[in-house]
């Protein structure tokens, strides 16, 4: 399913070789570290079947979203298989049931954070188009909502490719309440005391705990922590850098400044003005609650 059209209307692209679905990741049609992880695994696939030379294929891959640790990940179990002579497409599947298997076990764990009544704040889009199938921290939200809890959600725009849409796309999906807000409208919020937990998704958790995730994440856990209100971090385990002690050694990736500048297509902004486009940003692992996986709930930086 092509992200970009949604969510006015569900198309879908077929990559009939590595470098259409390399286009698709880099150009955002998928996104989401699980989804892109899962894309990637039949990038490299699909480029082993046309003969293509696999290190080159592997950087090329890798350079489409270097922040998400996933994408990294799905190609090393690919290339650790493919070693020992297992088909590519066979292991690609493989990958993808295992992030299905770990949001699945994510859902259920997150979900039991949720209190009847609660009102949630989330920002970017975690839900089942991100990951492929049940989602990370929207994905527990969901989950709550369908074993009867009566909760309500914040869903934050999330500037400037408005990921908020498709967030408000699957809550309306499953009936459940909801108000989108400008990610500056956040705070006050909290400060009003309309907001009883945040849960975000992770696009790299670092050894210590520090975590990248979509630009915007650091402000929401710095208010939370001054209004003493949990922030979760939901993602799996495939998510995880151990190689990285903290989060300042993570790659953050700078998108084309339109972006900013021609927000859903318009020209808001003098002609001759110039933007800088970060997709991500660090939270400490300071300013965490705690950290949600397949394993579990742990107030300490999770392990693979």
């Not at 695994?41 to 489409?64: F, H, P, R, T, W």
């Not at 696009?203 to 209100?229: E, M, S």
Request: overall charge neutral.
């Amino acid at each position: 399913m092509d992200q970009r059209k949604l969510p006015h209307s569900k198309e879908y692209l077929i990559c009939r070789n590595h470098k259409e679905t390399v286009g698709a990741i880099r150009e955002m049609a998928v996104r989401g570290a699980p989804a892109v992880s899962i894309a990637g695994a039949y990038a490299l696939s699909q480029a082993e079947k046309k003969g293509y030379q696999l290190g080159s294929s592997v950087n090329e891959i890798l350079d489409s979203r270097p922040t998400a640790i996933d994408l990294k990940n799905a190609l090393d179990f690919m290339l650790e298989g493919m070693e020992k002579g297992e088909d590519s497409a066979e292991l690609a599947a493989e990958w993808e049931q295992s992030i299905y298997n770990k949001c699945k076990l994510i859902c259920m764990h997150g979900a039991e954070l949720i209190k009847d009544g609660n009102r949630i704040l989330t920002h970017c889009n975690t839900g089942p188009i991100a990951t492929g199938k049940y989602g990370t921290a929207l994905g527990a939200i969901i989950s709550a909502h369908k074993k009867g809890k009566g909760i309500f959600v914040w869903v934050d725009e999330t500037r400037p490719r408005f990921q908020g849409a498709l967030t408000s796309f699957e809550l309306a999906d499953v009936g459940l309440p909801h108000k989108i807000i400008t990610d500056s409208t956040a705070g006050f919020l909290m400060q009003k005391g309309e907001v009883d937990s945040i849960m975000v998704g992770a696009d790299r958790i670092c050894k210590n705990g520090d975590f990248a995730n979509k630009i915007g994440t650091y402000p929401l856990a710095v208010l939370a922590k001054f209004h003493r209100i949990p922030f979760y971090v939901l993602a799996p385990t495939s998510t995880i850098d151990s190689s990285l002690a903290s989060g300042s050694k993570i790659p953050i990736e700078k998108r084309d400044g339109r972006e900013v500048l021609e927000p859903a297509g318009a020209h808001p902004f003098p002609k001759d003005a110039r933007a800088e486009n970060y997709a991500f940003d660090i939270t400490p692992a300071s300013l965490v609650t705690a950290y949600v996986t397949e394993k579990g709930v742990s107030c300490s930086p999770p392990k693979p």
